[in-house]
């Protein structure tokens, strides 16, 4: 659906974007993720047909972005990054302006999204704070119902109770067989949306994973309280890995075998267990690390 093939941009100073190649397959919810300036705007501003690509090609549905940039932006549904809005309107004025230009019959989708996010279009773009601008380029970007949706940070600005309206929406569109490309630097918002993930850094993407993947590589921190001191020699001398103690307090990572785990512990006398889960996002920057080594 949405064709990526060793796309390339590179700026007057040497900055951009280097070979980046991906596919996003219909109905997939695709993470973009990285630092700020890895290249993750430079790459959806390709997608929309802003920039010319120095090399390689960016094409959605078969049509090249760059060349048949009206058609793709006629097709998909966008939020930018930054959003410069128009002075002088009202939230409502410009959606209905959009609306117009997007010649929409029915205007029951946006006014739905209105209501979910709270959305008080009356305002005058303006005098709304950055998160409501943000509501209003969500509206914009979702209202027409289109098939190829593409959001840069979208949840930046909104709040945590409508980061998660966000994620509610997210899963309502990809249920309806949407396909979504979104950039984001905040991991938890990507793993509870996407199928997959791409890593980008300092302009090359270094990974795609699925999600489920980087779930499995997830590892189990316990933290093991002993109630004796002598089992403690014993437990560092079991089969289990140990990543640190400290007195009669041992870590434990463990990574699926729980069975292990527990068979071990049961000839122990334990006081308590507090588990810790490694994030994604420490699995993904170890990752990243490892990979940062290599080149
Ligand atoms: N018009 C431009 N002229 C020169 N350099 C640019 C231009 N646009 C982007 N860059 C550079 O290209 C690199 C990638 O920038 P980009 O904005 O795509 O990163 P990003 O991942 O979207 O980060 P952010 O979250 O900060 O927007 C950066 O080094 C940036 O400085």
Request: proline share 4%; glycine share 8%; net charge neutral.
């Amino acid at each position: 659906m949405i064709e990526l093939q060793q796309l390339t941009k590179v700026f007057p100073n040497g900055r951009g974007i280097f070979d980046v190649t991906l596919t996003v397959h219909e109905g997939e919810v695709f993470g973009f993720l990285g630092p700020n300036g890895a290249g993750k705007s430079t790459t959806i501003r390709h997608l929309l047909g802003f920039l010319k690509p120095t090399k390689g090609r960016a094409a959605i549905k078969g049509v090249d972005c760059w060349q048949e940039s009206v058609k793709v932006q006629a097709s998909i549904g966008y939020l930018p990054g930054e959003i410069a809005f128009p002075d002088g309107m009202t939230g409502m004025e410009l959606l209905d302006l959009l609306a117009g230009m997007r010649r929409m019959n029915s205007t029951r989708y946006r006014d739905e999204l209105i209501e979910r996010l709270q959305l008080d279009v009356r305002l005058p773009l303006r005098k709304m704070s950055k998160g409501t601008k943000q509501k209003v380029g969500l509206v914009a970007a979702l209202m027409h119902d289109p098939e190829v949706i593409i959001l840069d940070e979208p949840t930046s600005g909104l709040d945590p109770l409508m980061q998660q309206t966000f994620i509610d929406l997210i899963r309502e569109e990809k249920q309806k067989g949407k396909t979504i490309f979104l950039s984001s630097h905040i991991f938890p918002e990507i793993e509870r949306t996407c199928d997959r993930v791409a890593i980008m850094k300092d302009g090359r993407l270094m990974a795609v994973n699925d999600i489920h993947e980087l779930q499995s590589m997830q590892r189990k921190l316990f933290d093991v309280m002993l109630s004796r001191e002598e089992d403690v020699a014993k437990l560092l001398a079991s089969p289990l890995e140990v990543v640190h103690h400290a007195g009669r307090r041992v870590c434990i990572a463990v990574q699926g075998n729980y069975d292990a785990f527990i068979r071990e512990l049961a000839q122990y006398q334990v006081q308590s267990i507090d588990l810790r889960t490694q994030s994604l996002e420490d699995i993904f920057l170890h990752y990243y690390d490892r990979r940062g080594d290599e080149r």
